[in-house]
């Protein structure tokens, strides 16, 4: 079994949390850019660095690599353009200029400029929101997509497989019951 049938078993063991097109693009290769001086193919310049630190507030950098550090907001950029419907397209940018917005009103400045505790405050605001959230919608909010996009990106990038999950490229012996203690954590597919 390959990386992407093994992703594609996980999702649909996870109960389908993961939407069709991120796990389209995902098993048809989507990744993040990782030249030096990239530009943004489907946000703007200016958004792009809010959702940098907005998917940096969802998984942060501590004692492995934070979503900056894996460019997670590279392959939204690029999941956005050439895989999300255009309905979903319009819903990603009206929620992150509504992100902006909504911290210029309570902050004074953009997402990205605000201090990293205010940028914790309003993202936590929006995991209550979907935590308390009783009916999925008929299309997925803003926060659900970007958190969505922002752990698998995360999950799939050389970083976040390596360093945060545990990865074998060649996986060794088959032990089908040890304890979890044993194992450490959960394993990159």
Known sequence: MDRREALRISALLMGGSLSAATIAGVMNGCKASTVPDWTPAFVSKELANSLAELCETIIPAGK?????DAKVERFIDVMMKEVFKPEDQETFT???????SDARSKYGKAFDKIKPEERVEMVKAM???LRERKEQPASKPFYDLVKELTVTG???????ATQHLKYVAVPGDYKPCIPLSEVGGTWAI
């Open 64 to 68: 492995t690599p934070g979503a900056k």
């Open 94 to 100: 009206k929620g992150l200029k509504q992100l902006d």
């Open 127 to 129: 995991d209550d929101e």
């Open 154 to 160: 995360y999950c799939t990038s050389e970083p976040g």
